[in-house]
């Protein structure tokens, strides 16, 4: 064996064409941190460290000399360790082009097209969509959304970034309508498809004609020095040597045995998807790791008659390929494994982890639910494995998975290869899983399923059944299969293979990952589809006689053209004035090149810090000692930071409770902060913040949940309530009350830039500049300043812009702000404070999980008189917004209805979870599921259509508010008119009566739900806002104003402002950042009300600047801009200006519950229609039809991409986000991988969004209205449609009438609620006598 070299061998690979060398490569170093920290390349994005995001995409070219070809993958950054690139050359965004050179075409598409918001996610979609266009330059659309599929958005709704992306593809932008028979294509139109004979009259978002061609000479070249390198074989093992880590590559198969003998147990990295999140996430430190990347017996492929032997460093994305290719050369009856393989691969991961992640390496992590381990099982794979011992075949089956992460495998052994057998006659595979989310998400349940048939019979000869997700490994229906073997495959012998199933694969009540009756739900259902799926294959044999059953159709996921559609602005405005027109996003160029910057991206400043923070990890204790000294001892440690240190105020004030900064005596959830530790990098931060001890001393009866708050009566004062007629009078005199209740959980903002700051001391007189992502600078002067007890004119705060907030980068930063101030101020230093996704999901909380109550009285005939509704939140441990959101709560209540007898009661509990704060929507979008769902259950006691009450009841001519505020829902009608007409409601849902009636096992859903949203804030002095608009010389205009950039384009929308105000074009205005040197004592950037205060603001400063022109524009008339400016300055003419905008007096009176608390509303109606799998809960949105009234908008693709930004968030928080917290309140969603916001395989399959013409509203600029938030709510249709399935599911079984169904609608939830006789099969655990493995908060 070649020995390794001890100094370690110095790193050679390109970045963006330029060779890197490093002398000390360190193995624990991952691409993104070398990028952004060590190359300053800060264009990839850091959105969760752990291969869940796809934010840091990266491309990675090898030359292989096999095939001399050059090979292109997409790879997360974040888990590829930097030694492993020795040879390789990566592309960055960066790397493909630049606003300084050229822009790049994917760059520029998916900007002008309007795909990039607040532009963090941007970069990582660039690079997917460029990997795949350097490996298919003409993909189809089905190869763009698989690319796509690991690329998480928060912003966009994923519509715009994939019709930006689509003008590559080959196809048209078909309609698909009908199949594609009858379509756009060949000129005709279908409801599906609307008529064309409106397109053409409306505007398009963006122009296609102007999009730069590919040019494949713009790309960069593979490096010839590393062909030569690969060309050159290196027999010399490979090391590499950090602080913690040692890497060995060794380049033999004979030296990677000797290495294994020498040190077995030592973890061979392949694609580094199992052992670095295990490192990072699970604080796992190896002494060694081996990189077996250059043996290349592990990549070999070799065939025989019987099957193919897969070398098991392969990639899940080689090994896909090769099955693809067997399977379109191999006769049919060979390939049911390889099908089933293929099929499966297709959803395990995303292609980012697929492109990295090895075969050997998904079997040797012997994960619970791997999807490959089943089927591969199942198929009676077996492994080449050797070791000093020799080499020996080792069969993967029920002996061969052991436990969690433990296989049969000697811990010197290495697998080789694997073998992939050729099916026979007669024998069929299966591959199923159910997974939360579509695509890029483990499953919940997998299974690999053989049966083999005797000849010519269907008496079965052999039959494996394996299942993941239901143990802590795979696991074996052995004693299934053997009910099984011998018998004829029928219903008899199936319904008695399900008994002994699910007596065989028991879970406890308590089981780890929770969801146990769906689990076991989901053992019978999947092989009810695996019997289904056998019986047409035997039919097509001619083994069956009688009619097979229905044909189980995967959910259909063919996108169809949308329609965007807005209203032009008339023939007279001028060409210069943008307002009204749909401007590109003035960043999105920059964004989607990689030079936008964020928070973190700003380079080091000299001695900088990082501060890492330590949370508590007990719910409800006394802390009784902290002892930092482990962390002090450590390289790098520079300081820990305690309450002790903070020179001011230590604690927050709202609503009379008071929130400590860092905790002193107590802790209240688990999550809150308690100290900091301060080093030279991050990395040493980290590791000094997890050595510091901290003892506690437990106190009583934490309360956690709902239900526990309500027993115990603990709430945060002041409660709510609020009362029209008389509710108690009204339920005497009406046909029927029902009473119901629903339940919703929380939600993680899942900004895709987490919380991020960094305090700079200027050095004298106690002066600070803090740049921070929030949406409200002046509250993080105001907190920085009272916490360090300075005066406010000593800290400037800067916000360039925010990678997404949606009312998280609030009171929550306040905090992380002040404390990363104080880490400043005590070390007289620069510190950053750039929180970890997990640690901003543990500590930052998110939108209130809500309980409502109802007892609503109506009459025959659908008109309800009165209603009474009780909503609690979990505010969690700390008072923050919660008051005001209840507040909310009740001011909402009556949404688009008139409902006489009118009563609310909102309460907020205080319980010892991580404290909720504001987020999109502001509790409205739960307390309108409230209202809508008790509509749902009166339509459906009356057995009459939900559209029809909804109708019934709804604001007609001149109204009140529950509240006395006067207002037209003229537009609200409209609204709801229109949108039943676009998506031609009653001939869709005739057709979906006839679906139901035709298929048992899928069913489709539709609903229509309607929105009024109060826009404004109820506390009056929140509605002012001031801009700040200087004009230079050389006629250059920079506005400043109080809002903040969070990618909902309100700098678009000033630049659109001050262009129209001071006739000059949008280019000759910049704007720099938000700070509180230029426009002090702002207001958040909240409650949709950003364009119409500071865009009154900036018109104010700007109508001020050009009067002061006046006299000089009349003298010189024809003059242009430039020299009336010029003029000006040497007239002595002030060219700068203050605006100022006063807000409207709101108020909000609760003794009288009465007041005028919103400016106007917001208007808007939804149609969603869904196609649900009732065996697995599975569903798809098919089609989308909004409506919104937002006036006259000054920028309609910006208001198209909120509406459907929020509409997916909407969808996200009903449908799929799920909060998981252990019974003593830790929070387990820490991350993508166990919380799945919507991604693009979520995009409702139709997607259209009309702006509501000819409105007028009178309360704000350019008759514009406010819609960051509203169409949140409109989400709820999902959840509506989603219910209207699941009651058609239940009347099959005899179920009528209103049925709970909590949010979100999950696939658990909606397979439970469908109640299959496979899930009524399961008995239930009495509530009580066990611990779930999770709470119900
Ligand atoms: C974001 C994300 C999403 C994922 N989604 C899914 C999913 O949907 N479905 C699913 O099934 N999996 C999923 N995975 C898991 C993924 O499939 C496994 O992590 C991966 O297959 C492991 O392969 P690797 O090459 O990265 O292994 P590594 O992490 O490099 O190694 C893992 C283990 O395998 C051992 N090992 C590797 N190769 C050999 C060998 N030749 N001989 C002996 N031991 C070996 C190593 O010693 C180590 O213990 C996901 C992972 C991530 C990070
Ligand atoms: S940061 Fe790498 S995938 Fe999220
Ligand atoms: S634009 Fe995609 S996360 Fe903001």
Redesign the pocket.
């Known amino acids: 064996m070649m020995s390794a070299n001890t100094q370690g061998d110095t790193l050679c690979f390109f970045i963006n064409g330029k060779k890197v060398t490093e002398g000390h490569a360190d193995p624990e170093t991952m691409l993104l941190s070398f990028l952004r920290e060590k190359l300053r390349l800060t264009g990839t994005k850091s959105g969760c460290g752990?291969?869940?995001c796809g934010a840091c995409t990266v491309m990675v070219s090898r030359y292989q000399p096999a095939t001399k070809t050059i090979i292109h993958y997409s790879a997360n950054a974040c888990?590829l360790p930097l030694c492993q690139l020795h040879g390789a050359a990566v592309t960055t965004v960066e790397g493909i082009g630049s606003s300084k050179t050229r822009i790049h075409p994917v760059q520029e598409r998916i900007a002008k097209a309007h795909g990039s918001q607040c532009g963090f996610c941007t970069p990582g979609m660039v690079m997917s969509t460029y990997a795949l266009l350097r490996n298919k330059p003409q993909p189809s659309l089905d190869d763009l959304t698989e690319a796509l599929a690991g690329n998480l958005c928060r912003c966009t709704g994923y519509r715009p970034i994939v019709d930006g992306c689509r003008t590559f593809c080959q196809e048209t932008n078909c309609c698909k309508a009908n199949d594609g028979a009858k379509c756009c294509l060949n000129g005709e139109e279908t409801a599906d498809a609307p008529g064309d004979e409106e397109a053409g009259k409306t505007p398009e978002l963006f122009n296609k004609d102007e999009f730069l061609p590919m040019d494949p000479t713009q790309e960069l070249i593979f490096p010839p020095e590393l062909i030569l390198m690969a060309e050159t074989p290196n027999p010399q093992t490979l090391s590499f040597h950090g602080e913690r880590m040692s890497w060995v590559s060794p380049a033999t198969l004979e030296e990677l045995v000797q290495l294994k003998t020498r040190h077995p147990g030592t973890?061979?990295?392949?694609?580094?998807?199992?052992?670095?999140?295990e490192i990072k996430f699970r604080g796992v430190v190896h002494p060694l790791v081996i990189s077996?990347g250059r043996v290349p017996e592990?990549f070999q492929v070799s065939q025989t008659t019987q099957g193919v032997w897969v070398g098991?460093?392969s990639t899940?994305s080689e090994l896909r390929s090769l099955l693809e290719q067997l399977l379109a050369r191999l006769p049919e009856e060979k390939t049911e494994l390889i099908g089933a393989l293929v099929q499966q691969l297709g959803?395990?991961?995303?292609q980012q982890?697929r492109n990295?992640?090895?075969l050997?390496?998904?079997i040797?992590?012997a994960?619970p639910?791997?999807?490959?381990n089943p089927v591969l099982a199942a198929g009676s794979c077996k492994l080449s494995v050797t070791s000093s011992g020799g080499r020996r075949e080792v069969p993967l089956n029920q002996d061969f998975f052991v436990g969690f992460g433990k296989t049969a495998?000697k811990p010197e052994?290495?697998?080789?290869s694997v073998f992939v057998p050729f099916s026979r006659k007669g024998e069929f595979v299966g591959a199923l899983r159910q997974?939360p989310r579509k695509e890029?998400?483990?499953?919940t349940v997998t299974t690999g399923m053989r049966v083999l048939f005797s000849p010519g019979s269907r008496v079965v000869q052999d039959v494996s059944i394996y299942y993941g997700g239901m143990g802590p490994t795979t696991v074996c229906a052995h004693k299934t299969c053997d009910a099984i073997v011998g018998r004829t495959w029928d219903d008899e012998t199936l319904g008695r293979a399900y008994d002994v199933l699910l007596e065989e694969l028991v879970l406890p009540p308590s089981a780890p990952g929770g969801k146990v009756e769906f689990r076991r739900a989901l053992t019978l259902s999947l092989l009810f589809k695996f019997h289904l799926a056998v019986l047409h294959k035997l039919s097509a044999a001619k083994l069956v006689g009688d009619e097979p059953p229905e044909k189980l159709l995967p959910l259909p996921r063919d996108i169809r053209r949308s329609r965007q559609e807005f209203q032009p602005v008339s023939e007279s405005q001028s060409e210069q004035d943008p307002v009204g027109r749909p401007m590109m996003h003035r960043s999105a160029i920059v964004q989607a090149t990689g030079e936008a910057v964020y928070c973190d991206d700003i380079p080091r400043t000299d001695g900088e810090l990082f501060l890492a923070l330590v949370t508590s990890s007990r719910a409800h204790a006394k802390i009784i000692s902290l002892d930092a000294s482990e962390a002090l001892k450590l390289p790098g440690v520079v300081d820990v930071i305690t309450t002790k240190d903070i020179p001011g105020k230590k604690v927050r004030q709202m609503f009379g409770y008071e929130e400590e900064l860092l905790a002193e005596n107590e802790v209240s959830c688990i999550g809150q902060i308690v100290c900091g530790v301060v080093a030279d990098t991050k990395a040493h931060a980290q590791r000094g913040a997890a050595v510091v001890r901290i003892s506690y001393q437990d106190l009583p009866d934490p309360v956690f949940t709902i239900q526990e708050a309500v027993q115990k009566s603990s709430f945060f004062e002041p409660r709510r309530a609020i009362e029209r007629g008389n509710v108690t009078d009204a339920f005497s005199s009406v046909d029927q009350i029902h009473e119901g209740e629903i339940g919703m959980g929380g939600q993680e903002h899942f900004y895709m830039e987490t919380q991020s700051m960094l305090v700079v001391p200027v050095g004298e007189e106690a002066e600070l500049n803090v740049y921070v992502s929030t949406q409200w600078p002046a509250l993080m002067q105001d907190a920085v300043a009272e916490t360090l007890d300075i005066p406010s004119n000593r800290v400037n705060c800067h916000v360039k812009r925010l990678g997404g907030a949606f009312g998280g980068k609030v009171t929550k930063t306040a905090n992380l702000a002040s404390i990363t101030s104080v880490a400043a101020w005590k070390t007289g230093r620069a510190v950053r404070c750039v929180l970890e996704r997990g640690e901003d999901m543990l500590i930052t909380g998110g939108r209130h999980p809500v309980l409502g109550t109802y007892k609503v009285g109506f009459m025959s005939d659908g008109r309800i008189v009165a209603a009474d509704i009780q909503y609690y939140t979990n505010a969690g441990c700390c008072v923050d917004e919660s008051v005001l959101v209840i507040e909310k709560i009740l001011l909402h209540m009556d949404n688009c209805y008139n409902i006489p007898n009118l009563r609310g009661r909102s309460a907020a509990c205080r319980t010892n979870l991580p404290s909720n704060t504001a987020f999109r929507g502001f509790g409205v979008p739960q307390t309108l599921l409230v209202v809508e769902n008790m509509m749902n259950d009166v339509a459906l006691v009356l057995g009459r259509p939900a559209d029809q009450i909804r109708e019934i009841n709804m604001y007609r001519g001149p109204s009140t508010t529950h509240y006395k505020l006067e207002f037209s829902p003229e537009n609200l009608l409209r609204c709801w008119d229109q949108c039943k007409l676009k998506c031609d409601y009653s001939a869709r849902r005739t057709a979906v009566d006839q679906f139901n009636q035709q298929n048992r096992w899928k069913k489709r859903g539709m609903a229509i739900i309607p929105i009024k949203y109060g826009i404004a804030f109820a506390e009056s002095f929140l509605n002012q806002a001031a801009a700040l608009v200087h004009i230079y010389k050389d006629g250059s205009v920079l506005v400043t104003h109080g809002g903040t950039e969070m990618g909902q384009g309100i700098h678009t929308k000033m630049q659109q402002v001050a262009s129209r105000e001071l006739h000059i074009p949008a280019t000759k205005i910049y704007i720099s950042e938000t700070s509180t040197s230029t426009v002090p004592n702002s207001c958040p950037s909240a409650a949709s009300f950003g364009t119409d205060a500071n865009g009154m603001a900036v018109k104010n400063a700007c109508e001020i600047l050009y009067q002061r022109l006046e006299p000089i524009r009349q003298q010189n008339p024809k003059g242009s801009w430039e020299s009336w400016v010029t003029a000006a300055f040497f007239q002595k003419i002030s060219l700068s200006a203050t605006g100022f905008f006063r807000g409207p007096d709101l108020y909000m009176d609760w003794d009288k519950m009465e007041g005028r608390p919103y400016a106007y509303f917001t208007f808007g109606c939804c149609v969603c229609e869904v196609e649900l799998d009732c065996l697995t809960g599975d569903s798809r949105t098919v089609r989308t039809d909004i409506v919104v009234d937002i006036g006259r908008s000054v920028n309609p693709s910006v208001d198209i991409g909120q509406i459907e930004g929020a509409f997916t968030q909407g969808l996200g928080l009903y449908t799929l986000e799920e909060l998981n917290f252990s019974p003593s309140g830790l929070l387990y969603t820490r991350g993508p991988?166990q919380y799945k916001i919507p991604a693009v395989c979520d995009m409702p399959l139709q997607f259209n969004v009309y702006l509501l013409p000819d409105s007028h509203n009178p309360h704000a600029i350019y008759s514009s209205k406010g819609i960051g938030e509203p169409v949140l709510f409109l989400g709820s249709s999902v959840f509506f449609a989603i219910k209207d399935a699941v009651a058609a599911s239940r009347s099959e079984s005899g179920l009528v009438g209103p049925f709970p169904l909590d949010s979100p609608a999950t696939p658990e939830r909606i397979c439970l609620a469908c109640a299959s006789s496979f899930t009524q099969k399961i008995p239930a655990s009495e509530p009580g006598s066990f611990t779930p493995w999770s709470l119900n908060i």
């Open positions: 752990g291969g869940g888990l973890p061979l990295l392949m694609g580094n998807t199992n052992i670095g999140p077996p592990l098991a460093g899940l959803n395990l991961g995303s982890i990295v992640a090895t050997g390496g998904s040797a992590s994960l639910n791997s999807d490959l495998l052994e290495i697998v080789v997974a890029a998400s483990f499953a991988s």
